[in-house]
């Protein structure tokens, strides 16, 4: 990888800063269509959030994200990842430990999920598949709104309108039925929704989680339900399923799609900072390193959040006050914290022994609706949750490159968090041991010895994942991804497009539509809009 | 009253629930002709705005505070002035207390913005200011969503159903509002009440007396998404109100309806709807003792879980709509106390004893930990309080200088873990008449009774399924598609029997607009 090069060339058609893969799908597209792009990553490693790195010799973590759930298909063609070495490994379950001895198991085999759920409720247990299919079916219309830049309400373009109605088509193309779904999917919280489905809580808690992984939102919050969609977007494309780990890694996505726009000739620089955007008579005209060096271009694509973006490399004074004031108010609030761990061996769950095949997919923390409203008041009151929900995966069972042989990598991904946490955010490096410890003793409730098996420990908070990843206040999906902070209001109203206020600059991550998680969409769709709007 | 019997056998219309809904949509039906009859399974009219005798002298304002929401174009319409009714010139004044410990800042938010922004300049001079600001936006957009409220609700499942003029209307109509605040009136449904407050103003005090008009009643706290919805809702309909409350109305509503020409009936329970079997239009109803009335329009203005799963037959309405009203969410949060005072109440702090409206929360904070409370089936240790002192301007409802309080509580729990019982009512009873203790020193010594009223004896007094003070919880889901799909627009699968309470479009609370449309669409067809 090239450390700290210089640039090729004096100036060029885009600049794209942050390597996140976000910038990257951006570089790799505008690349493909012939432009001269360079990219520049302020760490020494590529990927963003979607990283890998040796943290402890021998294991290779997934630091920040750990599963791939989103990644559009046709950007995995278009790009041809897989010759520049992707490779998705399913994940074969999903997990649930209780504390009084039970556990619950969703197989990707369907049968035998109906099984394991039939010892909690045998009414649930037939309506579970019935839901799959009704959600698969929703999903379908949720590509329509994901795979196209947000439509715009407020044009008076004709062509806005016929994109409205094309989508209102899509709509009404499904029986009342499925759209009345489809509305309460859009409008209520995770809880009441699958209340209307289904009746042990044993179930509803683990399937309700998906609707706040990421927010600053409880699990009754309304709102939430729309997310239980993603567990099933992946089934209707049919490349893979909903979730899988990356081999290598996630980083591992980053350097396929890295390689991938290199192969078309971008050019790509780590370690090297932009302080701020270069401005000309209003217009981005390249940009400038914290080494004081410019570079000029056509225009700037900015990979990072919308606050960095135009609070920091913009800068007020350069903006419009009425879009500082929508910008100030774009909710970032980051929710959740990370917790990396090496182990000696293979942990054994006292609720279900035995280093089975249960333990190959991701392992939820959440045995009650209770308990992840406690959590959620935690963090409303301003403290990290005393018993948090878990997320935890061990991606070295299915992937042994990431971990020496026999040892084991547990990546735990840990709601809630909050970034305001009441002491003030800056108090967080002396938080940290605390909130590393809550979540090794929540873990130890069903992991009696987990403590000895440990080798290697990272504990990442909100702070860290701005300090360190430049998330403002460590939201991961680079702005709350509630509803009014979605489609035409994300980041700001009229500024939905990846355009931006500052002529010849565009934002091409997750705080544009359709927002976060290794999704790849604001890239691409960023791109294409400016090749298509014939901006470079 | 004496019990009595239908003066007939047959009516065009029979309306059940003579609540303040009840005795609109009779009266519209009347008006246009109709011969009406209104049942009612209590003793007096008025449903939930009913004067309530709860200590011998001392009588109460009926359950529900809050009658700004009222609507002035139905008080014209109906002449309710000719039968007595007076509006209020402005918006009540409400005296903010502040958090339970009775010490802190208080706040005087009267109904005349300027009045109220200059009191609350006195705490910060920016949210004084902005307070202008807020009103001012609120007027603008007002207009446009009293246009949705006011007007019947559009099929969302089937929009094409409202009819491509109808739609084009309404689209215009927001769009009139221009490009920037057309985003903005999206941005802020899905809100919560607390972020959206927060954009405005710094005062803890001032947002958390904006905030509880939004979550009152509600299963939501100031932090939940979309309980902004809610506030708009609240705001864009709130005109001045009503002299002398929910009875006042009541009182006015049932001359207007007996004038028109209704029947009423009290003390006439209905025991069911009769329909011949799935598919068959309405026939009637039976009341408890047996008697049968029939009529080929049926209006229920009480709850529809009530209408449509206790009060038809098994297997009259399709099962899938059977389950989505198991599933319409109707869980009490509100709890009653009403307090017989020998004397007037003085709140510390007030310059004299003639505050009439109250309420405690001195922070947003204050008010989501006290929701909190019900999420885990608990009733709050420090639930906030909606005080009013109705004898202040009608010392009539107390002996000779005594005082009625009435109080709702939020939040307490129709579920409550291990139930209601005695001991449940007097520990929150306790809880209450102490906050209120520390605002208005010396009340408790004055106190002659006090009276509770649990979620789960809401439910029992009026007849309201889970003491859901408006017939099914307000929320961005039910209250855009309410109650279902199939009775969007007051009709029901059964031809002839329609809703038309506070469990239809616009919702709950004392507003006389469910009755008013449902009247509309029984009279369409």
Known sequence: MSQAARPARSSYDAVVVGGGHNGLVCAAYLAKAGRKVLVLERRHVLGGAAVSEELHPGFTFSVCSYVVSLMRPHIIRELDLPRHGMELIPLEASFLPLPDGRSLCRWADKERTRREIETFSK??????????LAMTRLARFAKHVIDQPAPDPASLDPRELARLLRLGRALQGFDAEARYLNFQLMTMSAVDFLDRWFESPVLKSPMSVSGIIGTFLGVRSPGTAYVLLHHYMGEIDGAFRAWGFSKGGTGGVSRAIASAARGFGAEILTSTPVSRVLLEGGRAAGVVLENGDEIRSKVVVSGLDPHRTFLKLVGERNLDPEFVVQIRRYKMRGSSGKVNIALDRLPEFKCRPGDGLHLQGDIAICPSIDYLERAHDDAKYGDFSRRPYINAVIPSISDPSVAPPGKHI????????????????????????????????????????????????????????EQEFGLTEGNIFHGELSLEQLLFLRPAAGWARYRTPVRRLWLAASGAHPGGGIMGSPGELAAKTMLTEGEI | MARAAPQSSTYDAIVIGAGHNGLTCATWLAKAGRRVLVVESRDRVGGMAASEEFHPGYR????????????????????????????????PSILVLGDGSGGGP?????????????????????????????????????????????????????IESAGIWNLMKRALRVRRLGAKEMMELMRLPPMSVADWLGEWFETDLLKAALALDAVAGTWMGPRSPTSNMLLLMHEAAAGPGIEGGGPALAAALEKAA??????????????????????????????????????TVVAASCDPK?????????????????????????????????????????????TDDQVEF???????????????????????????????????????????????????????????????????RRALGDRVVAILETQAPGVTAGIVRGEVLSPADIETRYGVTGGQIHHGEHALDQILIRPAPECVGYRTPVPGLYLCGGGSHPGGGLTCQPGTLAARAILKS
């Open chain 1, 123 to 132: 009414k649930d247990a037939e309506v579970y598949p019935e839901f799959g």
């Open chain 1, 410 to 465: 547990l990546s735990c991904f840990v709601q809630y968090a909050p970034y305001q946490i009441k002491e003030g955010p800056s108090h967080w490096p002396q938080r940290r041991e605390a909130f590393g410890e809550a979540v090794i003793d929540t873990l130890e409730e069903y992991i009696p010895n987990l403590r000895s098996l440990i080798l290697f420990k990272q504990v990442l908070t909100p702070w860290d994942l």
């Open chain 2, 60 to 91: 109460s304002v009926g359950l529900l505070h809050d009658t700004t929401g009222v609507r002035l174009e139905v008080v014209r319409a109906l002449e309710l002035a000719r039968h007595g009714l007076k509006v209020r010139s402005c918006r």
């Open chain 2, 106 to 158: 208080r706040l005087l938010l009267s109904g005349v913005p300027a009045q109220a922004a200059r009191e609350i300049s006195r705490l910060s001079s920016l949210d004084g200011e902005a307070y202008l600001k807020y009103r001012a936006f609120l007027d603008r957009i007002g207009p446009v969503l009293r246009g949705f409220l006011d007007e019947p609700p559009v099929n969302l499942i089937d």
């Open chain 2, 258 to 295: 007996r004038a028109a020409g209704v029947e009423i009936l009290t003390e006439a329970r209905v025991e069911r709807i009769l329909v011949d079997g799935a598919a068959s239009p309405v026939k009637g109803v039976a009341l408890s003792g047996g008697a049968v009335v029939s009529a």
């Open chain 2, 306 to 350: 009530q209408v449509l799963l206790k009060l038809l037959a098994p297997g009259t309405i399709p099962y899938r709509l059977e389950h989505r009203m198991e599933g319409f969410r109707a869980r009490g949060t509100t709890a009653q106390v009403l307090l017989a005072v020998k004397g007037p109440v003085r709140f510390a702090g007030a």
């Open chain 2, 358 to 424: 109250a309420r405690t929360g001195g922070s947003l904070v204050e008010i989501e930990r006290a929701f909190d409370a019900v999420k885990y089936r608990r009733a709050s240790q420090t639930p906030i309080l909606d005080i009013h002192v109705p004898t202040v301007s009608r010392p009539e409802l107390a002996p000779t200088g005594g005082s009625v309080v009435s109080i709702l509580v939020h939040f307490a729990p129709y579920d409550l873990e291990g139930g209601w019982d005695d001991l449940q």
